[in-house]
């Protein structure tokens, strides 16, 4: 019974993600350049950008500083740590689809030496050592199979993204071994208590940046928008960028 269920579950990932690549590769063609951005529902995204805005207010920017306010730079560091080494086999899955082996490679000892030697993570070992972490998604591999942006959009609590880069995402999360283990071994208490960690983490991270382009632009869509394809531009480019912006991408 159990097989059953985990099979349909399986199933229905698989044709989410087939129809979310069709309409990537659909959009493709609407690529984007420095100049423009392909905005065609801007009205729309506005509009979420508010409601976005006004749950981050009341909700997620309190729990940011309160867990600030609690939990030590040290704590937070190995907090941070930790999720990450979590998220390796999606790096290294990605960094293999993109034909980097050697980005793989790096991936993969950063797995083994922070997970044995760092105590499961918290230690960041590896890039003490010289293998900085290499951050790489589905998104980013479409990218480089030569599929464009298509449209910009916001998504409902997940922020700025496009149609290429969330449907990357919703990938991403279907092929994830631990979602899939622990759905397997219904401890779905842990998945969330990983994701909500996750969230509060970015979000925390993010506190001085959000507040700044609050405070100092004059289009807040606008250089919301625009930091987001910077950002991803770099990502893409394999490039350590300056440009960061909210993004709840572990859901």
Known sequence: M????????????????????LLVVACSANKSTDSEIYDPLENVNRTTLKVNEAIDKAVLEPVAKGYRFVTPQAG???ISNFLR???????????????DLEGAGNATARVIINTLAGFGGILDLAAEGGIEHQPEDFGQTLATWGVGDGMYVVLP???PSTLRDASGR????????LRMYLSNIDEDELRYARIGSE??????????????????????????????????????????????IPSYDEF
């Open 170 to 177: 919703l990938v991403d999360r279907y092929t994830d071994p």
């Open 199 to 244: 969230i509060i983490s970015q979000r925390e991270g993010l506190l001085e940046v959000i507040n700044d382009l609050r405070r100092n632009s004059f289009d807040y869509y606008a250089a919301i928008r625009s930091a987001y394809y910077q950002n991803r531009q770099s990502l893409i480019n394999d490039s350590n960028g300056s440009a960061t």
């Open 76 to 78: 937070r560091t190995l």
């Open 2 to 21: 159990v097989f059953k269920i985990q099979m349909k579950r399986f199933t229905a990932g698989l044709f989410t993600i087939a129809m979310s690549s």
């Open 157 to 159: 609590l997940f922020g």
């Open 85 to 99: 080494n979590l998220n390796s086999p999606t790096v290294i899955g990605n960094e293999l689809l993109q034909g």
